[in-house]
Structure formats: structure tokens, C-alpha cells
């Protein structure tokens, strides 16, 4: 991750190479990284291999129909009904794409995320009548979270959208006298990961010690707020490029620094908490669902990022951070509720 934006980013954007050279890289990379883990495996011991096989009470909890009675009638009726409406929402996606453009790659492309939402949607009423009453309390705040993750996210990734274009169009390349691409403001956020992880590792556990560490809910508010904090300092940064001069790269550092701030205090936490608040059974499906938030979080930065040339950018940079803000506050609002389904 840090490498990568040096490597490949300077070899696409050099006038000797070009964008072949950085995808022939990126791709000598992945084969590198693969031959690593094959040479590597020696050293992960039993890690990744096969559990043993479970016992009969075991197998009796994690079977998704153990205990559990055949599906009632309305349970069939509204998950048919879901499907119902999905499928009328999805095709009027795909035939008000199709309308337009008169192309069926648009159409297709058009139904993934209604769809998508809809299949979501049926997951949490199916486990609403295959839960009890305080699984099914984990498994909203797992929903629930997912929403704020995907807030977060999607301002997250413009890092590769608006960001970069930022960096491209409005960002003094060259800082020491050295001159640089754009696209290695992207090793940035890898090389604060890798020197401020084991600082807020220390900061949680030495909180835990003394019985203060923050809940899993308030830790995601906090990098909500960090995220919108970066996104007002680029507010600012846009505003002095409004005039057509190029700003100091010290404010796209500060914008990733602060978004980092905030990828530590909500990213790490995110997966352990579905694996321990999901039942077992459902484990690997609500783990779906969590990836599924970061997906969707991609299609909107990838939106975020598409309206760089028709909106002005410190309109753009100050929504994004409004919306992060607004999520955070609602997120400290909901904490004692969510504590609660999480006990």
C-alpha cells in the first residue's frame, strides 16, 4: 500500500513510460506478493487450515436450522413480498438506464445496487424470524453500524477520486525542492497507518487499563468526526485555489492525516465486532452484509468524485464533511441504544 502509489503512480504518470508501465507494475506486484505468501505458508503453522470437526452440541449451535421451526407462512409472504418489490425497482432501474443510453451494459450496471439493497433488506427480515430476541438485537446494531461505515468510507475513498484530482489540478507538486506525481499523495495514508497504529494501539489499551476505553460506537463516532475534520480543512484549501493558484501539499498531508486519525479509531474494530455480535450461524452471511458497506461506499465516492468538474469544490469538500458531522452527532445520539442491543 505504500510502495504501490511510488511505484506504479510515478511509471503511469511519467512521460517516458506512461499507464501500461503502471499497470505491467502493479501487476509484477501482485505476482510478487503471491509467491511471498506460497514461500510463506511454512511459517503460519495449523493458521488457515481445516478445522476439526465439530461436535454433535457444537454442530447443533451452529446449524442455521437447529432448534429452529420450518418457515411460518409469513415469513414466506415477506420475503416474497421483498422479492416482489425488488425486482419491480431493480428493472425500473435498469429500464430508465436503458431508456437513456439504449445500452445493455448500462442496464445491467443500473440494477447491481437496487438489487443489491433489496437482497440486504431480505437478509435482516429472514433473520428476523430465525433469531431470538437478543441476537436479533446484535444483529441490528451490526445493520445499523454498517450504514455509519459506509458514511465514512465514502468520503474515505474520494482519497482516489476528488482527492487526487484535487492534488492534480490545484496542489503544488514539489515540496524540498523534489517534484513529484499527483498520485503519490497515495503512499501517504499507508505510511501514517503503518507509524500511528501502534500509537492508538497503546491509547486503547492503556484506556482499557484504567476501565476508560471507549465503547465500539463511540469509537466510530470519533473517526466519523475525524474524516469530517479532514474535509473542512480541504474546505479551505479550495478556497485558496479558488483563484486558479496552486496550495502548499501540506494540506492534502493534514486532510490524510486526520482521515487516518479516523480510519484507526473505527476500521480495526469493525470486523472483530461483527465476529463477536453476529450468531455463530449467521457469522458468514452478516459478514457479507458488512462488505457489502464498504462496496456501496465505493459506488458513492466513485459518485462523490464524478461531480468534481460541475460542482464548485469547496461546495463539495464542505457537503461531504456536513454529512460526515451529521453521522457522527447521530451516531453519539444512538450509543446508549446501541450499547444496549450489544450487551
Keep these: 500500500a505504500f510502495l504501490a502509489p ?79 418489490l425488488g425486482a419491480i425497482v431493480t428493472l425500473g432501474f435498469a429500464y430508465w438506464s436503458w431508456s437513456g443510453s439504449h445500452s445493455a451494459i448500462d442496464a445491467l450496471r443500473a440494477m447491481i445496487w437496487p438489487g443489491t439493497i433489496f437482497v440486504v433488506i431480505g437478509m435482516y427480515v429472514f433473520m428476523l424470524g430465525r433469531c431470538s430476541r437478543d441476537e436479533i438485537g446484535r444483529v441490528s446494531v451490526i445493520f445499523a453500524l454498517g450504514v455509519f461505515v459506509m458514511i465514512f468510507w465514502a468520503a474515505y475513498e474520494q482519497a482516489g477520486s476528488s482527492l487526487t ?22 503512499a ?13 494501539s497503546a491509547v486503547w489499551t492503556a484506556l482499557a487499563l484504567k476501565g476508560k476505553d471507549p465503547s465500539t460506537p463511540v469509537k466510530m463516532a470519533l473517526g466519523l468526526l475525524f474524516n469530517a475534520a479532514a474535509f473542512l480543512i480541504m474546505v479551505q484549501a479550495a478556497l485558496l485555489a479558488a483563484d486558479g493558484q496552486r496550495v502548499s501539499p501540506l494540506w492534502l498531508s493534514a486532510c490524510y492525516l486526520l482521515q ?52 464548485e469544490t469547496p461546495t463539495l469538500f464542505g457537503g461531504t464533511a456536513a454529512i460526515l458531522i451529521a453521522f457522527g452527532v447521530l451516531l453519539l445520539i444512538c450509543v446508549p441504544w446501541l450499547k444496549r442491543k450489544m450487551a
Excluded at 489540478?169 to 524540498?176: D, K, M
Excluded at 501517504?188 to 492508538?200: E, M, Q
Aim: glycine share 12%; charged share 10%; aromatic share 10%.
Design 260 to 311: 487516518v486519525m479516523g480510519e484507526l479509531c473505527l476500521s480495526p474494530i469493525g470486523l472483530s465486532m461483527v465476529t463477536r455480535l453476529a450468531p455463530a450461524r449467521y457469522g458468514a452471511m452478516l459478514m457479507g452484509v458488512w462488505f457489502l458497506a464498504n462496496a456501496f461506499a465505493g459506488k458513492l465516492a466513485g459518485l462523490a468524485g464524478s461531480l468534481y468538474s460541475s460542482v
Design 165 to 186: 484530482l484535487f492534488a492534480e489540478r490545484a496542489t503544488r507538486l514539489e515540496i524540498f525542492g523534489l517534484s513529484f506525481v499527483s498520485s503519490n499523495f497515495q
Design 6 to 84: 511510488l511505484v506504479c503512480g510515478t511509471l503511469a504518470q511519467s512521460e517516458s513510460f506512461g499507464w501500461h508501465w503502471g499497470f505491467g507494475a502493479a501487476c509484477i506486484g501482485m505476482l510478487l506478493g503471491f509467491v511471498i505468501f506460497a514461500w510463506g505458508q511454512r511459517f503460519l503453522g495449523d493458521r488457515g487450515h481445516a478445522p476439526a470437526p465439530l461436535s454433535v452440541q457444537q454442530t447443533d449451535s451452529a446449524t442455521p436450522a437447529a432448534g429452529m421451526p420450518p418457515m411460518s407462512s409469513r415469513e414466506k409472504a415477506s420475503l416474497a413480498l421483498i422479492g416482489l
Design 188 to 200: 501517504l495514508p499507508a505510511l501514517l497507518v503503518i507509524v500511528l497504529a501502534p500509537v492508538f
